[in-house]
């Protein structure tokens, strides 16, 4: 057998209820304690937060080599599964054997047990090996699962929408350029580009998703999704991930309903699945974190108008940088103080005016506002945006025109408005504030390995 094959995961040996004999484990020294008859590795596996001590002795074949294991070091140790006489673990392995895999170097950053995240975010193909940032990823792993399990659960088609583009979805002016062009000479010619025409990275995949939703009812995509608005804040990046579900049939109300029912359902899922990386959290990053999860699970949405949501922030005495003004966009000081101060519990706030939203959003009777959706969610703001979609011909030529959107460069859209067009809603939902809801996580930047920000691209 390999290594590989014949080595336990900690995760597994952790939760063993009998003592065994002969088990092999491999991973990386988080600490090394050298005494004189005993010694001590804690050793970390990647397989869940908690490390498993290694007891080494002067019977354990290589311990000759102990004062080369340094932390961050990778070993491979057998022995036996024994109940720990110390405290904080219920199994340590007496090694018989321990072996150094790969050395580690004595400037190796990860020695020093506190670090910023600011540094961290320098060495970010290091910080996995901590604990906040590994218990982050496996997080972001059971979610990314609980994702799929839920819309696969709810009879929901995964469709892989395309990564580059030909076409805008959100109409802001915010996307990246994907050109085999020489900068220098374009000329606004691209037809010796590699497409033959002008492409993007996508910012959002619902335009395509729309298409087979006319066919599979209901569908949702979850990937990427790229967009070059310069901002420097801690809830937006250049490259995020985006769950972006459509249904057939649904109007903008069972749009709320489905996004109200994913978001407790995902949240409650984790709660249990996570418990322990999750309890990291709540210890260290944001005491009242359980609670605001078990508030997101239990307490029933607030549902109100975007002109409801304006009269209650005109009508409140906070003092806002920007007066809350019928027409303009919510700022997300606004988003803050309905979701944390007013409700104190997530927020839709639907039916926006027409002007601030994108082309594709469906016109309410009153002409002056779209079927649009947003959800805001206490520390975050806006976790979800969405809205049921012009399914009239007419109406979506008439806002296409409105905005500025060429119906030569659509056609294939407005073919699904030509051809058994149903009325249709969706919305997407930010893997990353999601996973910042749920971790107490304050800044967007280390929920994601690699992080993409303006002037930012180090790895
Ligand atoms: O509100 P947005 O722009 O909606 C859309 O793109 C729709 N086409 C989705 C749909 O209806 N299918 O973006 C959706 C969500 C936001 O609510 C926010 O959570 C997240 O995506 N988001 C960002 N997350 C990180 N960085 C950014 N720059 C983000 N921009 C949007
Ligand atoms: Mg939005």
């Not at 060429?406 to 504030?433: C, I, M």
Request: hydrophobic fraction near 40%.
């Amino acid at each position: 057998m390999s290594l590989f094959e014949e080595k336990n995961d900690v995760v597994n040996l952790i939760n063993e209820t009998v003592a065994r004999e002969q088990v092999i484990v491999a991973g990386w020294v988080r600490t090394k304690r050298v005494a004189k008859s005993f010694s001590f590795i804690e050793l970390n596996d990647g397989s869940c937060l908690a490390n498993i001590q290694i007891i080494v002795d002067k019977e354990t074949a290589g311990a000759e080599i102990l004062n080369e294991i340094q932390t961050g070091a990778a070993v491979h140790v057998i022995g036996d599964l024994i109940k720990s006489l110390g405290k904080g673990q219920v199994w340590e392995i007496h090694a018989s054997k321990l072996t150094l895999i790969g050395r580690c170097e004595d400037s190796y950053p990860l020695q020093k047990k506190r670090h910023s995240d600011e540094f961290l975010r320098e060495i970010a193909h290091l910080r996995p090996r901590t604990n906040k940032y590994s218990a982050i990823a496996r997080i972001r792993s059971r979610l990314s699962f609980a994702i799929h399990t839920f819309f696969q659960g709810e009879g929901f088609h995964l469709i892989n929408t395309p990564i580059i583009t030909g076409s805008d979805c959100e109409g802001a002016g915010e996307m990246f350029q994907v050109t085999t062009l020489d900068p220098k000479n374009t000329d606004n010619d691209y037809s010796s580009d590699f497409f033959g025409k002008k492409a993007h990275l996508t910012v959002s995949g619902q335009l395509a998703l729309e298409t087979y939703c006319m066919a599979l009812n209901k569908v949702y995509t979850f990937g990427p999704t790229f967009r070059s608005e310069n901002s420097n804040t801690t809830r937006h990046m250049a490259e995020f991930w985006m769950v972006e579900p459509e249904m057939a049939f649904a109007n903008i109300f069972d749009d709320m309903n489905v996004a109200e029912k994913f978001v407790k359902s995902i949240v409650s899922t984790i709660k249990t699945q996570s418990a322990a990386d999750l309890n990291l959290f709540a210890q260290h990053v944001d005491q009242g974190l359980l609670e605001r999860l078990d508030n997101i699970i239990e307490s029933d949405f607030i549902r109100i108008t975007y002109s409801e949501a304006i009269e209650i922030l005109s009508a409140s005495n906070q003092e806002f940088a920007f007066k809350p003004d019928w027409g303009k966009d919510l700022q997300s000081e606004h988003e803050r103080y309905l979701t944390e101060a007013h409700f104190k519990k997530p927020v839709f706030v639907y039916d926006w005016p027409i002007d601030i939203k994108a082309f594709y959003m469906r016109r309410n009777d009153d002409a002056k506002t779209v079927a649009a959706m947003d959800l805001l969610v206490p520390g975050i703001g806006e976790l979800i945006g969405g809205s049921a979609r012009e399914e009239r011909l007419d109406l979506l030529l008439a806002s296409m025109t409105d905005k500025g959107f060429s119906q030569e460069d659509y056609w294939w859209y407005l073919d699904t408005r030509k051809n058994g067009s149903v009325p249709h809603a969706g919305f997407g939902l930010g893997f990353e504030r999601l996973i910042m809801l749920v971790t107490g996580v304050s800044n967007i930047r280390d929920v994601i390995p690699f992080p993409r920000t303006p002037k930012n691209l180090e790895f």
